[in-house]
């Protein structure tokens, strides 16, 4: 199983980036896909999940409205599009994988998740 996160940048306050994650080695209608956010000295902290085979997606209050999560019709990477990035968004952006479906009371927990990318480095600053 391999996930591969990209898409980070440097970008300014107000602008928008969107952050590809690409699956090999399980399938997505199988597998629960997560973007986690974690700052310097910082825990990891959830963002969105999503499960192809459904519509369940869920997301942060703090990026409800502006980041958006959605699977490819190839059904081989799972985009997180982050718009109105602020400087609190900065951070090192990953994603994660877990064969179940998403459970509203506990995918946000990163001990949910099985198998994680790299991470891609965002940056929002002036």
């Known amino acids: 199983v391999q996930l591969q996160a990209s898409g980070g940048g440097l970008v300014r306050p107000g602008e928008s980036l969107r952050l590809s994650c690409v699956v090999s080695g399980l399938s997505l209608d199988d597998h629960s896909i997560a973007w986690f956010y974690q700052a310097p000295g910082r825990e990891r902290v959830a963002v969105s999940v999503i499960r192809s085979d459904s519509t369940t997606a869920y997301y942060t209050d703090r990026v409800k409205g502006r980041f958006t999560i959605a699977v490819d019709n190839a059904k081989t990477s799972v985009y997180l599009t982050m718009n109105d990035l602020k400087p609190d968004d900065t951070a090192v952006y990953y994603c994660?994988?877990?064969?179940?479906?998403?459970?509203?009371?506990?995918?946000?927990?990163?001990?949910?998740?099985?198998?994680w990318g790299q991470g891609t480095q965002v940056t929002v600053s002036s």
């Open positions: 994660a994988a877990d064969p179940r479906p998403p459970n509203r009371f506990t995918w946000f927990f990163t001990s949910q998740y099985q198998n």
